[in-house]
């Protein structure tokens, strides 16, 4: 694993983790985690898992972005609006672009939650996607939310008019038991890439939550179930 470090726009620098694929390979994965979410190196979330399902075939990139370094979950986040989120996703994936691989690799990218709500609002990141993959994402904000960047979430349009000029393969995952993002709104993101997609699909997942954990055994099912459809588009 190789890890890059670029400058923050909120608190400190953005990290980008890259696991090279252990054979020849010209496809990337860009994994966005939820709200707050980071990836650790040497833990043992979905995302951990992801990396050794995929690496054989795929490279995977991460991104963590600047927080307040004393600080964990949303206290890190104080004071940092989407916008700067949405911005270091954006100046993260260009690095990559420029610093680590050429032009002539393709891009996927999985998008899980607030992850994929960014990839909206990053429509330069979008739009080089050969496919898109979210997981239980939404557009819209709720006006009584106090929560970092949730609070300074743009209007749900604003997010949508990124899909109209995405044409390859769209798919996403919703977890039946998602008690998180309400469904239409996972919904709506979906209805609009139909409109423009070459491909789409919708997968409902039964007894599934927002993070694709049984909803009574607990047991994850995120990394089996995104690879699995990731190999069979990608």
């Known amino acids: 694993m190789e890890t890059y470090k670029i400058h923050g726009l909120f608190s400190g620098n953005v990290k980008v983790y890259h696991y090279p694929s252990t054979s020849p390979s010209k496809k990337v994965l860009l994994v966005l985690k939820g709200i707050y979410g980071e990836h650790v190196p040497d833990g043992n979330s979905w995302d951990n898992a992801l990396v050794k399902l995929l690496q054989n075939d795929y490279h995977l990139i991460f991104v963590r972005t600047?927080?307040?370094?004393?600080?964990?979950?949303?206290?890190?986040?104080?004071?940092?609006?989407?916008?700067?989120?949405?911005?270091?996703?954006?100046?993260?994936?260009?690095?990559?672009?420029?610093?680590?691989?050429?032009?002539?690799?393709?891009w996927t990218s999985i998008g899980v939650s607030l992850g994929g709500t960014i990839l909206l609002a990053v429509p330069e990141i979008l739009s080089q996607m050969k496919l898109v993959l979210m997981v239980g994402s939404g557009c819209?904000?709720?006006?009584?939310?106090?929560?970092?960047?949730?609070?300074?979430?743009?209007?749900?349009?604003?997010?949508l008019q990124s899909l109209d000029t995405?044409?390859?393969?769209?798919?996403?995952?919703?977890?039946?038991?998602?008690?998180?993002?309400?469904?239409?709104?996972?919904?709506?993101?979906?209805?609009?890439?139909?409109?423009?997609?070459?491909?789409?699909?919708?997968?409902?997942?039964?007894?599934?939550?927002?993070?694709?954990?049984?909803?009574?055994?607990?047991?994850?099912?995120?990394?089996?179930?995104?690879?699995?459809?990731?190999?069979?588009?990608?």
């Open 140 to 159: 819209g904000r709720n006006p009584e939310t106090t929560k970092p960047l949730l609070s300074t979430l743009p209007e749900t349009e604003q997010l």
């Open 166 to 234: 995405y044409h390859d393969t769209f798919i996403f995952l919703y977890g039946e038991a998602d008690t998180v993002v309400p469904a239409d709104s996972q919904r709506m993101i979906y209805d609009r890439a139909v409109n423009y997609s070459t491909k789409h699909e919708w997968i409902s997942l039964p007894n599934l939550d927002h993070g694709l954990k049984d909803a009574i055994t607990r047991q994850s099912h995120m990394a089996e179930t995104v690879s699995r459809y990731v190999r069979n588009n990608f």
């Open 66 to 106: 600047s927080r307040l370094n004393d600080k964990v979950d949303r206290e890190a986040f104080v004071g940092k609006t989407f916008e700067q989120e949405c911005t270091e996703v954006a100046n993260a994936f260009e690095y990559c672009r420029k610093n680590i691989f050429s032009n002539d690799y393709e």
